[in-house]
Nanobody, 124 residues
């Protein structure tokens, strides 16, 4: 599975941005998809995840109520809509994919495939 993240950019605090991740080379509709982010000098952290059908979604506490993860199994794409952005949301955002299973979706090492990242900068 190859993942291509895009849509990052520069936005003012309080603004919105949507990042996307296009998948190819696998059965997208069966995959659990996740978004992680890594700020300069920090470890990569979980942001959100969505199960194969889109009916179950998971969020980090820091983004709950502001970010929405969704997917389109026809377009083989997962999205992360980010609203009410804060300077502390500044990071490189990575999409990731894994097969369904009992592993915790918030754990980096439970994911098999990673995209290259797209940079989001929120100015104050």
């Amino acid at each position: 599975v190859q993942l291509q993240a895009y849509g990052g950019g520069l936005v003012q605090a309080g603004g919105s941005l949507r990042v996307s991740c296009a998948a190819s080379g696998g059965t997208f509709s069966s995959l659990v998809m996740g978004w992680f982010r890594q700020a300069p000098g920090q470890e990569r952290e979980f942001v959100a995840a969505i199960n194969w059908s889109g009916r179950t979604r998971y969020y980090a506490d820091s983004v709950k109520g502001r970010f929405t993860i969704s997917r389109d199994n026809v377009k083989n794409t997962v999205y992360l809509q980010m609203n009410s952005l804060k300077p502390e949301d500044t990071a490189v955002y990575y999409c990731a994919a894994r097969n369904p299973g009992p592993q915790e979706v918030t754990k980096l090492d439970s994911y098999d495939y990673w995209g290259q990242g797209t940079k989001v900068t929120v100015s104050s």
